[in-house]
Protein backbone atom coordinates (compact mmCIF):
# COMPACT_ATOMS: atom_id res chain seq x y z
CA UNK A 1 0.00 0.00 0.00
CA UNK A 2 1.55 3.36 -1.23
CA UNK A 3 1.85 6.44 1.57
CA UNK A 4 0.98 3.83 4.84
CA UNK A 5 2.20 6.84 7.09
CA UNK A 6 0.38 9.26 5.10
CA UNK A 7 -3.06 7.38 5.31
CA UNK A 8 -2.20 6.54 8.51
CA UNK A 9 -2.24 10.36 9.23
CA UNK A 10 -5.00 11.36 7.13
CA UNK A 11 -7.28 8.99 8.70
CA UNK A 12 -5.91 10.86 12.36
CA UNK A 13 -6.30 14.38 11.61
CA UNK A 14 -9.69 13.50 10.16
CA UNK A 15 -11.10 12.48 13.30
CA UNK A 16 -9.36 15.44 15.03
CA UNK A 17 -11.61 17.68 12.65
CA UNK A 18 -14.41 16.55 14.28
CA UNK A 19 -13.23 16.48 17.73
CA UNK A 20 -11.83 19.77 17.89
CA UNK A 21 -14.73 21.28 16.66
CA UNK A 22 -13.40 22.36 12.75
CA UNK A 23 -15.89 20.95 11.20
CA UNK A 24 -19.03 18.86 11.52
CA UNK A 25 -20.59 15.87 9.58
CA UNK A 26 -18.46 14.87 6.42
CA UNK A 27 -17.59 18.23 5.78
CA UNK A 28 -13.59 19.60 5.37
CA UNK A 29 -10.93 17.18 3.85
CA UNK A 30 -7.34 16.80 4.69
CA UNK A 31 -4.43 15.94 2.07
CA UNK A 32 -0.41 14.93 2.33
CA UNK A 33 1.71 15.00 -0.30
CA UNK A 34 5.04 13.66 -0.97
CA UNK A 35 7.29 15.80 -3.02
CA UNK A 36 9.69 13.04 -3.70
CA UNK A 37 7.47 10.81 -5.64
CA UNK A 38 4.88 13.43 -6.59
CA UNK A 39 2.13 11.91 -4.73
CA UNK A 40 -0.49 13.08 -2.36
CA UNK A 41 -2.61 10.92 0.18
CA UNK A 42 -6.41 12.71 0.39
CA UNK A 43 -9.51 11.86 2.44
CA UNK A 44 -12.51 10.21 0.31
CA UNK A 45 -15.28 12.11 -0.61
CA UNK A 46 -18.38 12.10 2.26
CA UNK A 47 -17.03 9.69 4.64
CA UNK A 48 -17.71 9.56 8.20
CA UNK A 49 -14.35 10.62 9.71
CA UNK A 50 -14.81 7.81 12.61
CA UNK A 51 -15.42 5.20 10.17
CA UNK A 52 -12.84 5.83 7.38
CA UNK A 53 -9.51 2.93 7.30
CA UNK A 54 -6.17 3.94 6.05
CA UNK A 55 -7.33 1.99 3.02
CA UNK A 56 -10.11 4.54 1.94
CA UNK A 57 -7.53 6.89 1.69
CA UNK A 58 -7.43 7.90 -1.86
CA UNK A 59 -3.75 8.68 -3.66
CA UNK A 60 -3.19 10.67 -6.66
CA UNK A 61 -0.78 12.14 -8.45
CA UNK A 62 -0.80 16.28 -9.25
CA UNK A 63 -2.66 15.45 -12.69
CA UNK A 64 -5.54 14.33 -10.96
CA UNK A 65 -5.33 10.56 -11.18
CA UNK A 66 -5.90 8.44 -8.82
CA UNK A 67 -2.89 5.93 -8.44
CA UNK A 68 -4.15 3.88 -6.02
CA UNK A 69 -7.13 3.50 -3.61
CA UNK A 70 -11.18 2.17 -4.58
CA UNK A 71 -13.03 5.40 -3.03
CA UNK A 72 -13.89 8.46 -4.79
CA UNK A 73 -11.24 11.13 -3.88
CA UNK A 74 -12.75 14.70 -2.12
CA UNK A 75 -14.54 16.77 -4.18
CA UNK A 76 -12.03 19.28 -3.32
CA UNK A 77 -9.17 17.60 -4.89
CA UNK A 78 -7.88 20.16 -7.42
CA UNK A 79 -8.07 22.88 -4.14
CA UNK A 80 -5.21 20.43 -2.83
CA UNK A 81 -3.74 19.98 -6.07
CA UNK A 82 -2.82 23.15 -6.57
CA UNK A 83 -1.58 24.64 -3.11
CA UNK A 84 1.29 21.54 -3.81
CA UNK A 85 1.57 22.67 -7.22
CA UNK A 86 1.79 26.36 -6.69
CA UNK A 87 3.46 26.43 -2.96
CA UNK A 88 7.05 24.80 -2.87
CA UNK A 89 7.66 23.66 0.71
CA UNK A 90 3.78 23.11 1.42
CA UNK A 91 2.88 18.92 2.40
CA UNK A 92 -0.10 19.17 4.15
CA UNK A 93 -3.55 21.10 3.20
CA UNK A 94 -6.91 21.07 5.85
CA UNK A 95 -10.18 22.48 4.71
CA UNK A 96 -12.58 23.50 7.06
CA UNK A 97 -16.40 24.73 7.23
CA UNK A 98 -15.27 25.63 10.72
CA UNK A 99 -18.06 27.98 12.22
CA UNK A 100 -16.12 30.86 12.94
CA UNK A 101 -14.48 31.34 9.73
CA UNK A 102 -17.27 30.39 7.95
CA UNK A 103 -18.92 32.99 9.46
CA UNK A 104 -16.06 35.75 8.12
CA UNK A 105 -16.18 33.87 4.43
CA UNK A 106 -20.33 34.97 4.47
CA UNK A 107 -19.63 38.07 5.53
CA UNK A 108 -16.98 38.61 2.75
CA UNK A 109 -14.21 39.59 5.56
CA UNK A 110 -10.48 39.02 6.15
CA UNK A 111 -9.03 37.46 9.58
CA UNK A 112 -7.79 40.28 11.32
CA UNK A 113 -4.89 40.58 13.57
CA UNK A 114 -7.19 40.96 16.96
CA UNK A 115 -4.45 38.61 18.11
CA UNK A 116 -1.14 37.64 17.77
CA UNK A 117 -1.67 34.37 17.36
CA UNK A 118 -2.60 34.64 13.70
CA UNK A 119 1.14 34.97 12.86
CA UNK A 120 0.75 31.31 12.49
CA UNK A 121 -0.67 31.75 9.42
CA UNK A 122 2.45 33.76 8.11
CA UNK A 123 0.33 36.91 8.03
CA UNK A 124 -1.27 39.56 9.62
CA UNK A 125 -4.51 39.15 7.54
CA UNK A 126 -6.02 35.94 6.30
CA UNK A 127 -7.09 37.25 3.08
CA UNK A 128 -10.72 36.16 1.36
CA UNK A 129 -10.68 34.10 -1.63
CA UNK A 130 -13.58 35.67 -3.83
CA UNK A 131 -16.78 33.40 -4.05
CA UNK A 132 -16.19 30.43 -6.81
CA UNK A 133 -18.48 26.94 -7.42
CA UNK A 134 -17.11 24.11 -4.79
CA UNK A 135 -15.15 21.40 -6.26
CA UNK A 136 -13.85 23.51 -9.20
CA UNK A 137 -10.57 24.26 -10.44
CA UNK A 138 -11.51 28.05 -10.72
CA UNK A 139 -11.97 27.87 -7.26
CA UNK A 140 -8.23 26.10 -6.35
CA UNK A 141 -6.42 28.48 -8.67
CA UNK A 142 -8.27 31.70 -7.37
CA UNK A 143 -7.46 30.35 -3.37
CA UNK A 144 -3.85 30.14 -4.53
CA UNK A 145 -4.01 33.76 -6.21
CA UNK A 146 -5.71 35.21 -2.75
CA UNK A 147 -3.53 33.27 -0.47
CA UNK A 148 -0.31 34.58 -1.81
CA UNK A 149 2.48 33.96 0.75
CA UNK A 150 0.12 33.39 3.52
CA UNK A 151 -0.49 29.86 4.91
CA UNK A 152 -4.40 30.31 4.71
CA UNK A 153 -7.22 32.07 3.19
CA UNK A 154 -10.73 32.25 3.79
CA UNK A 155 -13.22 30.89 1.35
CA UNK A 156 -16.06 33.54 0.54
CA UNK A 157 -19.34 31.91 1.16
CA UNK A 158 -17.64 28.66 2.07
CA UNK A 159 -14.98 28.07 4.18
CA UNK A 160 -11.52 27.88 5.01
CA UNK A 161 -7.54 26.25 4.16
CA UNK A 162 -4.72 26.34 5.84
CA UNK A 163 -1.43 24.83 4.53
CA UNK A 164 1.58 24.07 6.51
CA UNK A 165 5.34 22.16 5.99
CA UNK A 166 3.59 18.81 7.62
CA UNK A 167 0.40 18.24 8.52
CA UNK A 168 0.94 19.19 12.19
CA UNK A 169 1.49 22.73 10.92
CA UNK A 170 -1.33 23.09 8.56
CA UNK A 171 -3.87 21.94 11.28
CA UNK A 172 -2.52 24.20 13.62
CA UNK A 173 -3.28 26.78 11.33
CA UNK A 174 -6.40 25.84 10.76
CA UNK A 175 -7.11 25.81 14.64
CA UNK A 176 -5.62 28.80 15.03
CA UNK A 177 -7.72 30.64 12.80
CA UNK A 178 -10.67 29.56 13.95
CA UNK A 179 -10.19 30.66 17.09
CA UNK A 180 -8.78 34.04 15.99
CA UNK A 181 -11.89 34.77 13.78
CA UNK A 182 -14.35 33.59 16.94
CA UNK A 183 -12.23 36.64 19.33
CA UNK A 184 -12.78 38.81 16.18
CA UNK A 185 -16.63 38.12 15.75
CA UNK A 186 -16.86 38.25 19.54
CA UNK A 187 -15.23 41.71 19.62
CA UNK A 188 -17.56 42.55 16.67
CA UNK A 189 -20.63 41.87 18.49
CA UNK A 190 -19.30 44.54 21.32
CA UNK A 191 -17.32 47.07 19.86
CA UNK A 192 -14.62 47.41 17.28
CA UNK A 193 -11.12 44.97 17.90
CA UNK A 194 -7.97 46.55 18.14
CA UNK A 195 -5.80 45.16 15.31
CA UNK A 196 -2.21 44.73 15.99
CA UNK A 197 -0.32 46.72 13.41
CA UNK A 198 1.98 44.58 10.65
CA UNK A 199 4.92 45.96 11.94
CA UNK A 200 4.10 43.98 15.39
CA UNK A 201 2.75 41.11 14.03
CA UNK A 202 5.75 40.58 11.87
CA UNK A 203 7.82 40.54 15.01
CA UNK A 204 5.91 38.26 16.74
CA UNK A 205 6.16 35.88 13.03
CA UNK A 206 9.83 36.45 13.86
CA UNK A 207 9.52 35.30 17.43
CA UNK A 208 7.81 31.79 16.43
CA UNK A 209 10.28 30.87 13.22
CA UNK A 210 13.00 31.21 15.99
CA UNK A 211 11.75 30.10 19.00
CA UNK A 212 9.84 27.29 18.49
CA UNK A 213 9.11 26.56 22.06
CA UNK A 214 7.71 29.86 22.67
CA UNK A 215 4.59 28.97 21.18
CA UNK A 216 3.51 26.26 23.73
CA UNK A 217 4.02 28.45 26.70
CA UNK A 218 1.39 31.25 24.68
ZN1 LIG B 1 -15.73 22.83 1.39
Same mark, same amino acid.
Given at each position: M?????????V???K *????E????????????????????????S &????F????????????? &????? &???????? *?D????M? *??K????A????????????????MP???V???? /??A??????V???V??????? /????V?????A????? /?N? &??????K???????????????A??Q???????????????????V?????????? *???K
Open positions: LMEKERNLVEYG *KLITNLTDGTGGNISIYDPETGLMAISP &GMDYIIQPEDIVIMNLD &GEIVE &GSRKPSSE *KLHIEY *KNPGITAVHTHSMFCTTLACLGIYSHYVL /ADATDVVPTPYTYGTKDL /ALAAEAMGDKATIL /AH &GFISVGNIGDAFGIARECEWVQIWRTMCVGKPNILSREEMERMIKFQTHGQV *KEK
